[in-house]
């Protein structure tokens, strides 16, 4: 179906990511996003996009929001528990993010994105691509 066709560009999007490839990478995450939007809440693609697109933020300069994103996705009900332990995507971006954060940001960030719902940053996301 047309969902499964976006699996590969969901992979290649996180692989460009992992190889620090970002301008090549966001393409590729972005048109993963009607996936991760109307895919079934717990589906792992959806936290592969959005960990990308927190890595795209803080490649452009965009640390805090990087880690809010983080932080939403970690908190998330429906996140695998694994996700900000194992995940080698978030582990290398929040160990990229700890380091260059004070600690003051990085806690007040992490704590702003404890406190917003998934599907409602999804839809911010969404929002901001569209336009």
């Not at 939403?72 to 993010?97: F, K, R, Y």
Request: glycine residues 6%; charged residues 20%.
């Amino acid at each position: 179906n047309q969902f499964e066709a976006l699996y590969p560009r969901i992979a290649l999007g996180c692989a460009l990511i992992g190889l620090r490839d970002y301008d090549a990478a966001i393409a590729h995450l972005y048109a993963g996003m009607p996936h991760a939007e109307a895919g079934p809440a717990d589906n792992v693609s959806r936290r592969y996009v959005l960990t990308g697109i927190a890595d795209y933020y803080y490649y452009s300069g965009e640390s805090e929001r990087a880690l809010e994103l983080m932080s939403t996705i970690i908190h998330s009900p429906l996140s695998p528990a694994w996700w900000g332990n194992d995940e080698p995507l978030a582990v290398q971006l929040l160990g990229d993010l700890k380091s260059i954060l004070s600690p003051e940001s990085y806690a007040s960030a992490w704590e702003r994105g404890q406190t917003l719902e998934f599907d409602r940053k999804l839809e911010q996301i969404i929002a901001h691509i569209h336009n």
